[in-house]
């Protein structure tokens, strides 16, 4: 079965980091790019990072720029999104795409929406 699983969504407190993680199953990561997404309640879907095949390349939000760092370790056929310092705005449900490169602007990449294979998608929660 062709799919990406992500894990490692849950409750943290303000300030605190999360790490989740995006697994392909039946098809290897190598050849996609990776975007991540999310959809809080009552609000558009927004894209947060995008990172190359290769893993050499990646651009994020000005939202989560700095706090985030995408990552993707395609012998382990996995790609990861680190969240630090998180906020109570950060609270949504997160998801990963494996998708291609839309276009290079100012040597940054940028996803296409029209992504290959959908994550399920993961809670995180911000909450004292």
């Known amino acids: 079965q062709l799919q990406l699983v992500e894990s490692g969504g849950g409750l943290v407190q303000p300030g605190g980091s999360l790490r989740l993680s995006c697994a392909a199953s039946?098809?290897?990561?190598?050849?996609?790019?990776i975007a991540w997404f999310r959809q809080a309640p009552g609000k558009e879907r927004e894209g947060l990072s995008c990172?190359?095949?290769?893993?050499?390349?990646?651009n994020y939000a000005d939202s989560v720029k700095g706090r985030f760092t995408v990552s993707k370790d395609n012998a382990k056929n996995t790609a990861y999104l680190q969240m630090n310092s998180l906020k109570p705005e950060d609270t949504a449900v997160y998801y990963c795409?494996?998708?291609?490169?839309?276009?290079?602007?100012?040597?940054?990449?940028?996803?296409?929406?029209?992504?290959?294979?959908w994550g399920q998608g993961t809670q995180v929660t911000v909450s004292s």
């Open positions: 795409a494996a998708t291609t490169i839309a276009r290079y602007k100012g040597g940054l990449p940028y996803c296409s929406n029209s992504a290959s294979y």
């Open positions: 039946g098809f290897t990561l190598d050849s996609y790019a």
């Open positions: 990172i190359s095949s290769s893993g050499g390349s990646t």
